[in-house]
Every structure is written in structure tokens, then in C-alpha cells.
């Protein structure tokens, strides 16, 4: 052991109250060196002792060498939106060490290496300071695999400094690792260590404990790509066309990793996924799939919505189903790719040239994120229209806590598809005729046959030029404003058709708090908070656009109502504003956008301020 | 006189053209009728392409009984990719121009040959933007003349040898004003498995041709050069006797057996080329590059490769046939996949 004989200065042993399960570590590293393996391991621990918590990876455009810092926030309330402030600081990466020791809060705790031989330069924070070289070096470790393993120090010192139980922790390992035993134990051993050595050497100074509870039964630890991934495959997708983007990726790579669900009888695949070579050749693929009856997505985001633009105005007006995941980062332009943003909405909302409106899905959870990946196809098919889900980094790259997901509870709808020959004659028998653009039903959705129908009656031409209702062409201004009324008029029959609001109401209360997407966590803290300073307010979130009655009713029963959302030009706001011909003066767009995910913290300090006016 | 599915030519027509009288793509929409006729092909079973200008306009001028799909500029490869994955039993027929493939599509033509797939990807090739009023194409040679834009300045891209090189294993040039190759090498393409180009020659009658045009009519009549006597004899067509031993060559006859049991049969006019070497494809076009010949016939022919719904080991029911209990795993199914996150 004298190899790591090293005694830091240490604080005396804390005698004050505990703080337990409701702090957060931050664990600042450098991209690339392997501290994800690591950071998983601790938040499936915590998950595994029962503790309610949540992860956010604060991670740079970068393979490898910038910092990265994940926050791990344990919370026995079980509010899992980011916090702002992180008690514990595991500093790992020299380059940013000086700040995030700065950022750490008095009382807090600094773990750092002892071999940086830094000292303390605060009196307000406790340190350990860890002689990571030196463990590494005592297990028994290949040298390739020695800088990315010393990532196990810190978990191990966390692991007894702050009670984590080993054989959990152990446990953890062996499942992020797939179950592989062998680089498991090499990587527990470090931790074994790790904990020994803390155990011997550190005496604790700080007051925070992680305690066993039950509020994680039941539940998963998922991100919202692989969700919506697992969503889509219940949803019967069958042609995927994507082009790798942050950070949508990990959706298409959830699909890759999970479509073995999806295999026929001898094995076979029954989704095809096809890697384009853009993104305007991924959603030309799949409003081809999608016209010749296939359920098709893509999964992008903001510079691929944009290139997509052409495209989807062809698939709206030419009434094709397709399902288009954005994954939103910070734009406009290149932007932020590792930073999230809901910038996009009303981009998405509006995306093409001439008059367009698209059904946009947003998912405010993961257990939504899988819930819409199902949904989503069925709208499509039902309304024969380009269906897009708004997703956000947050939402995607994250682990989130929930409940387990809820198998559908209603069969595929494949909407007014004539699929065969006695579909076609049997519609034919009926109405004495078949046109491609007639609303037979008058709920303006046309029925479509589908290529490959066994019937000399089957065949229409579709094109993104002007055509008749029998899609036949025309360049007559009648034929035009009659096409395009009926697909605006089945975009509003949406409204009401499509995922509903979700609402909060006492009408005793005078203020509304409006949002939607991943704000939700955030804002549910943040409304705890209020109400117990004394501000009383009501919530609803949008699922959906276009927005349903409800969400003007919302507006205008209320005095004051807050806009909330994670973009710098409140465009939700907009689009409410856009729709309504009441006075919404009452209205506040509270709109943040500054890169990160939503606090309650800023909102309760908004509209604190604001109500304080 | 009906085929033998009990079709009448003029069934395979499709609405009337708009395009101008004596545009060669009206020729070429003559001869996809008069093949795909002679096929006795059930037009429910095929599906139509294209992407925007003059030549995206006639799939709606040929098998009315066709679903067609006219997309945006330069994308029909992506969309028949799409459409060709979902359901991997209909016969796919794209139509595109120059500028559509050689200019705002070229990525995605290429990307489209490059995953081989399933379908005949005619180019009706003639040098000039028409709808727009008569601006040069990549496929324009250089030192052409047009009336307003004057000379071209830029080599001209060759599509064919863009498909050679992007591993095209059915790659043929043709002249809308030989209507007997034109629909020969339809039937070839047709019965080929995997993408099979058609780069044809198709004189713009109202912006390009002139007599001394490369791209006109007169021009094509006076100079085609055509490689081979071509001749396609449909699955279960026994040839004469003598006509089968063929030589290993040049001076012969070759005869190529495609996929579906059909074959084509060239026989060398005054040349010695042998399309299935992919080195003199090349340099064949080469020097029809250098010496300003135009040369027409099959170019290039490979044994097909896997096309890409094989190269992604797909199911062989075609996905948009599947039943819904392929389509969503049972409830048990979600429950260990959520056991895995728990």
C-alpha cells in the first residue's frame, strides 16, 4: 500500500445534519476519455438503491479532448429537471478544473486528483483529493485500458464517501457493460480500489448520503431516442432513411440495436434502414415508402429540417404519410449542435414554400417519446399528411426516469388506404367511382389506393403540381383554392383528433403557465415552489400542433398566463397569437433559450419577478 | 391486336402529351408503351418516376394503369428508393432529363446506382433546359451553340460513364430517333435486376436543334453510330439453331442471358466492343469523348449484383404486404425489452 500512502489535508469529520438523497454531483471530464461508462454506472446505482434521480450530459461538438461535465441529481421529491446547482464536484479535467471548483457551493465538495497536487484554494468547500494514477496502478490493468478505466476511481471514492453499496454498484457495471464479465471486473476491481482506499484515507467532511428508498420500482432509466426508437417499432415502421446528425442519431442507432424484435419467421428483417447520403435523399425515401404504403420515418434535426424543406411541401400537398423525428439542437445555422434548443417549432410548423401547415407531435417525456413514436405513424396513415415530432437534445440524449412504457392500446391504423382489389371494388361498388382527391367522407381525408393494387382502376398520378380532386393536372385557379381548402380543412379537423393537452385546472387560480416539451419536469418543480411562496398557478401543456380549442380556452380563462419555452423567440407565443383575434395582451412569452435544459429555478425567479411588478 | 394478357397497345397509353409536337421524349413514351406491350406486362404491378422538367412530365403519358410519382427536381432516385424498398414486387420505370440527373440530381443519381437499385432509370438526355426557356445543361458538350446563351465553355458530363463508374451493371446509350434500339434496350433494361440506365439521346425540337446541334435530329441520323445489332428475346424464345454458337467475340454474336431467363443478343456492326468489360466500357467512352462519336447500344453489361433490399437481408414478403402482427411485436415483447431498462 505504500505506493499510495498519500495523506491529503483533511477536514475533521462532519458532526452537522445529513443531507440525503436530494443533491447533485457533477462530474467535469475531458470528451472522449471514457467517463461516460463511468457516469452511467453511478446513476444506475442511485437508480437501483431506489433513489429517484436524473442525468444531463453537458458534452461539447467534439470527438475528443474538450470538456465535458454530467450532472447527476439525486431527489427524494422526485423532481427530475436539471438543477442549477451541483454539491458535489468530481473535477477530472485540468483544463476547467479552476472554474468548476469556482462554481461549486459553500459547503460543497470538490473530489480531485491528488496527483495534480493543486492544494485547496478554498476554505468554504470540502476536498478529497484522490490519488488516481496510483490506484489505477495497483490493479492489475493493461496499459491501454489504464486512462479510460481511471474514470472508475471516482466512482468508487463516490461509492464510499457518499454510500453507495458495492455489490450494487457491481451490479450496475456488469449491465452497462451487457452483462460482459470480464471487462466488468477489470473495471470493478479499480473501483474496489478506489472505495478501500477512500475508506482507509478520507474521513468524512461533508454532510450528503445517499440512503436506499423505493421510488424507482416499476420504473426504467431510458432516453428519449431510444424510446422513440422502441415506439417506432411498435408502431410497425418498416423504412427508415436517416443521415447521421447531433443528436438525432441515437434514434436510428435505437432502431439498429433494437429491430431484431421486428424479425419475420426465418429472421429476416422486416424494417429496412438506409443510411442516405443527405438528408433531402432520407425524406425523399421515405414519402417514397410512404406512397407506396409503407410506414416510414426519418430522424434529423435542425440543418436537416431545413434541407427536408422542398420535400415535405411536396408530401403535404400531394397527401403522402411520413413521420419526421427532429431532435432540436441550438440554431439557427450550424448552431450549437451539443446544446438543446425548441427552436424549431415553428419552422417545423410552417416548413415549405407556399401554404403550409404540418402536424407537429410534442413529446414532453420519454414514456411520450415512445408513446408518439406509435402514434405518430397512425396519424400519418389517418390523415395522409407528413407528421413531425419534435423532440429536443434534452429529451433525446438523456437518461430519463419513468414509468415503464404502455403497450398500445388500440390497433394500427393504417387510415383510408384501399389495399387490394376487393377493397378498391367493394369502395367502387359503393360510390360507383374512385378519385384519388375526393373527400368521399366529408371529413376532407381522400381514400388512397396503394401501387401494386390489382386493378386497372387503381392507378392515379401523384404530383406536387396543381391537380383536381381526380389528380388529374390543372393550372385552374378553382381546382387550386378547392384542393387547398380541403387539405387545410383536414389540417383543422385535426386539432381536436390529435394528442390532447394536458391540463392542470382550479379555476379558483388567476395564472396559467403554458408550455410543452421537455420544460415539463422543470416547470412541475418550479410550480411546487410557487405554490408554497405563495403563487398559485395552473398548467397546460401542448401535445400537439395545430393546437386544439382547449389551449385558447386556456388563454382566455385566465389573468395572466406564461408562456414557457426552451427557444429565444417564444414561438409558441407566436403561433397562439397568429390563431387568435382576442387580445392576448395578458399573454407573457417567457421564452429562455439559452443552451441549456429548463430549471425551476429560472422559472420560479421569472415569474416570481414578474408577479412582483 | 391483344397480347397475351388480353391488352390492347392503346392500353398502355397513357393521357395525351403536352409536350411539344416532335419532342423525342414523345418517341421515347411511344416505345416504353410499345415494350412494355410486347412484355404483356401487368401495369398495376409497375410503378412510374420522375423527377421535374419537360422529361418528368410523360410518365402521366404512358401506362395509364401505373401508379406514378412525378417528385421534385433531381430526387426521383431517393423516392423510387423509397417506393422500390416498400414494395419490392412492382417494376419500377424512372424518367428523368439531363438536368435532372446531371446537374441537380447527380448525388442522388449516383447514390441510387450505387445501392443497385431494382429499377430502369431512363434519361432523356437533350442538353438543354426546356420549360425554362433554353439554358445549357452538364450534358451540353463543350462549344455548343444556343440562342441566347450563346457557347458552353464546360465539359460535358457523361452520364453514362458516371453510372459505369458508380458500378452500374446495365448501362446503355441510345437515340430517341432509333426507335427500334430505343425499345430494345427497354426490354433488356426491364428484365434486368438491379438499376439499369438508358441514357438517350432525345432532341429538344424547340431549343436544340439545330442542324449542326449534337443533340438534334439530324445530327443523331447522320452520325448515331450504333455498336451492336441488338436483338431481345423474351424468357422461353428459342433462337435458330446456327445463331447460338457464338464466338468468343468480337466478330460474332454475344448473347447475354438476364436475370429472368430473357436474353439479348448483340451482334457486332463494325466495332469489336464487348460490353461486358467494364475497362472498354470505359474507355469506349473515352474516345467517343475525344473523337466527338456517337456511339449507341448496350455499353456496359455485369452480372446483376445483390439489389439493396437483398443487401439488407429484408423479409421476402413485400413490407407494405406485412401483416400487423409483424408489424407490432406482442405485449410480452415490450415487457422484456422494458425489463432491460429497468
Known amino acids: ?613 | 391486336m391483344p397480347n397475351a394478357i388480353g391488352l390492347e397497345r392503346t392500353d398502355y397509353k397513357g393521357a395525351t402529351s403536352t409536350l411539344c409536337p416532335g419532342c423525342g421524349h414523345d418517341s421515347i413514351s411511344n416505345q416504353i408503351i410499345s415494350a412494355t406491350y410486347d412484355l404483356n406486362l401487368n401495369m398495376t404491378q409497375v410503378i412510374k418516376f420522375s423527377g421535374i422538367g419537360c422529361s418528368s412530365k410523360t410518365p402521366a403519358y404512358f401506362l395509364r394503369g401505373s401508379h406514378g410519382f412525378n417528385a421534385v427536381h433531381g430526387r426521383m432516385p431517393s423516392v423510387a428508393t423509397g417506393a422500390t424498398l416498400a414494395n419490392h414486387d412492382l417494376t419500377a420505370i424512372g424518367v428523368s432529363g439531363d438536368g435532372d440527373t446531371g446537374s441537380i440530381g447527380l448525388g442522388q443519381y449516383k447514390h441510387l446506382i450505387r445501392r443497385n437499385v431494382p429499377m430502369v432509370y431512363i434519361i432523356e438526355n437533350n442538353g438543354v433546359y426546356g420549360l425554362t426557356k433554353g439554358q445549357f445543361s452538364a450534358t451540353a458538350e463543350e462549344g455548343a451553340k444556343l440562342k441566347y446563351y450563346g457557347v458552353n465553355d464546360l465539359p460535358a458530363i457523361d452520364l453514362c460513364l458516371e453510372a459505369i463508374v458508380g458500378g452500374c451493371t446495365f448501362v446503355a446509350r441510345s437515340f430517341s430517333g432509333d426507335a427500334k434500339q430505343v425499345q430494345t434496350l427497354i426490354k433488356a433494361a426491364i428484365a434486368h435486376r438491379g438499376t439499369a440506365v438508358l441514357d438517350i439521346i432525345s432532341p429538344c425540337v424547340t431549343f436544340n436543334n439545330a442542324p449542326d446541334a449534337t443533340k438534334s435530329y439530324d445530327y443523331g441520323k447522320e452520325h448515331e453510330i450504333p455498336l451492336h445489332s441488338i436483338e431481345f428475346m423474351p424468357k422461353g424464345y428459342v433462337p435458330a439453331k446456327e445463331e447460338i454458337t457464338v464466338e468468343s467475340g468480337y466478330a460474332g454474336a454475344i448473347d447475354v442471358t438476364m436475370h429472368d431467363g430473357s436474353s439479348i443478343r448483340l451482334k457486332a456492326i463494325d466495332n469489336d466492343h464487348d460490353p461486358r468489360s467494364r475497362e472498354k466500357a470505359i474507355m469506349l467512352l473515352e474516345k467517343a469523348q475525344r473523337e466527338n462519336l456517337f456511339l449507341t447500344g448496350l455499353i456496359y453489361y455485369e452480372e446483376p449484383h445483390p439489389t439493396l433490399g437483398e443487401t439488407l437481408e429484408l423479409t421476402p414478403t413485400a413490407l407494405t404486404k406485412l401483416d400487423d402482427s409483424l408489424l407490432r411485436p406482442s405485449a410480452s415483447v415490450l415487457a422484456d425489452v422494458m425489463k432491460a431498462f429497468a
Request: glycine share 8%; with cysteine.
Open chain 1, 1 to 613: 500500500m505504500c505506493a499510495l500512502n498519500i495523506q491529503p489535508e483533511l477536514k475533521p469529520a462532519y458532526q452537522g445534519e445529513s443531507v440525503v438523497n436530494d443533491f447533485a454531483l457533477m462530474i467535469a471530464t475531458k470528451n472522449g476519455s471514457g467517463s461516460q461508462t463511468s457516469n452511467e454506472v453511478l446513476i444506475r446505482s442511485l437508480f437501483r438503491m431506489g433513489i429517484p434521480v436524473s442525468a444531463k450530459n453537458l458534452f461539447p461538438s467534439n470527438i475528443k479532448g474538450l470538456p465535458t461535465w454530467y450532472t447527476i441529481r439525486a431527489s427524494k421529491d422526485s423532481y427530475i429537471a436539471r438543477r442549477d446547482t451541483t454539491e458535489i464536484g468530481v473535477v477530472m479535467n485540468q483544463d476547467t478544473a479552476a472554474e468548476d471548483i469556482q462554481n461549486l457551493p459553500p459547503g460543497g465538495v470538490c473530489i480531485i486528483p491528488s496527483d495534480w497536487k493543486w492544494g485547496q484554494s478554498r476554505e468554504d468547500i470540502t476536498y478529497y483529493e484522490i490519488p488516481v494514477k496510483a490506484t489505477v496502478a495497483q490493479s492489475d490493468i493493461p496499459s491501454e485500458f489504464r486512462d479510460r478505466i481511471s474514470n472508475m476511481v471516482y466512482v468508487g471514492v463516490c461509492a464510499q464517501m457518499f454510500d453507495i453499496p458495492l455489490p450494487i454498484v457491481e451490479k450496475a457495471l456488469l449491465d452497462t457493460f451487457n452483462g460482459k464479465a470480464k471487462p466488468a471486473a477489470m473495471n470493478f476491481g479499480v473501483i474496489q480500489n478506489a472505495y478501500n482506499w477512500a475508506q482507509e484515507n478520507l474521513v468524512k467532511a461533508d454532510p450528503f448520503h445517499f440512503e436506499a428508498m423505493n421510488l424507482t420500482e416499476g420504473k426504467i432509466l431510458i432516453t428519449g431516442n431510444e424510446a422513440a426508437a422502441l415506439g417506432s417499432l411498435f408502431g410497425g415502421v418498416s423504412v427508415v432513411a436517416w443521415y447521421p446528425i447531433t443528436p438525432s442519431t441515437s434514434l436510428v442507432d435505437g432502431i439498429l440495436d433494437h429491430k431484431q424484435i421486428r424479425k419475420d419467421a426465418t429472421g429476416k428483417d422486416t424494417v429496412a434502414v438506409v443510411q442516405a447520403e443527405d438528408e433531402l435523399a432520407a425524406v425523399g425515401m421515405i414519402i417514397g415508402a410512404g406512397w407506396a404504403g409503407a410506414r416510414s420515418l426519418t430522424s434529423t434535426s435542425g440543418p436537416g429540417i431545413s434541407l427536408m424543406s422542398e420535400f415535405v411541401g411536396l408530401a403535404y400537398y400531394a397527401e403522402i404519410p411520413c413521420v419526421i423525428w427532429d431532435i432540436t439542437r441550438m440554431g439557427p445555422s450550424t448552431g450549437l449542435p451539443t446544446r438543446t434548443s425548441q427552436g424549431d417549432l415553428l419552422s417545423l410548423h410552417f416548413l415549405s414554400h407556399g401554404d403550409t401547415r404540418h402536424v407537429v407531435l410534442l413529446p414532453g417525456s420519454v414514456a411520450e417519446c415512445f408513446e408518439f413514436g406509435w402514434r405518430s405513424l397512425d396519424i400519418a396513415d389517418q390523415f395522409q399528411t407528413p407528421v413531425f415530432v419534435m423532440s429536443d437534445l434534452d429529451l433525446g440524449m438523456n437518461i430519463w426516469m419513468s414509468d415503464q412504457f404502455a403497450y398500445p392500446d388500440q390497433p394500427l391504423n393504417h387510415g383510408k388506404a384501399l389495399r387490394d382489389k376487393d377493397a378498391l371494388d367493394a369502395f367502387i361498388a359503393d360510390k360507383g367511382e374512385w378519385f384519388r382527391y375526393r373527400d368521399y367522407d366529408q371529413d376532407a381525408i381522400p381514400y388512397r389506393t396503394l401501387p401494386g393494387v390489382d386493378h386497372m382502376r387503381a392507378a392515379y398520378f401523384t404530383r406536387g403540381t396543381g391537380h383536381t380532386d381526380m389528380g388529374t393536372y390543372s393550372e385552374r385557379g378553382d381546382d387550386w383554392v378547392k384542393g387547398l381548402q380541403r387539405i387545410t380543412d383536414k389540417i383543422n379537423n385535426a386539432r381536436e383528433l390529435l394528442p390532447q393537452p394536458i391540463a392542470d385546472i382550479d379555476p379558483a387560480k388567476k395564472i396559467g403557465i403554458l408550455s410543452f416539451g421537455s420544460n415539463h419536469d422543470a416547470i412541475e418543480e418550479a410550480r411546487d415552489t410557487l405554490t408554497a411562496n405563495g403563487i398559485h398557478t395552473n398548467y397546460m401543456r401542448v401535445r400537439a400542433l395545430p393546437l386544439a380549442q382547449s389551449v385558447h380556452d386556456f388563454i382566455h380563462s385566465h389573468q395572466t398566463v406564461y408562456v414557457i419555452e426552451n427557444n429565444f423567440d417564444g414561438q409558441l407565443a407566436q403561433i397562439i397569437r397568429m390563431e387568435t383575434s382576442k387580445d392576448t395582451t395578458h399573454m407573457h412569452s417567457m421564452a429562455l433559450g439559452d443552451t441549456l435544459p429548463m430549471t425551476a429555478t429560472w422559472i420560479v425567479s421569472e415569474i416570481t419577478k414578474r408577479e412582483n411588478n
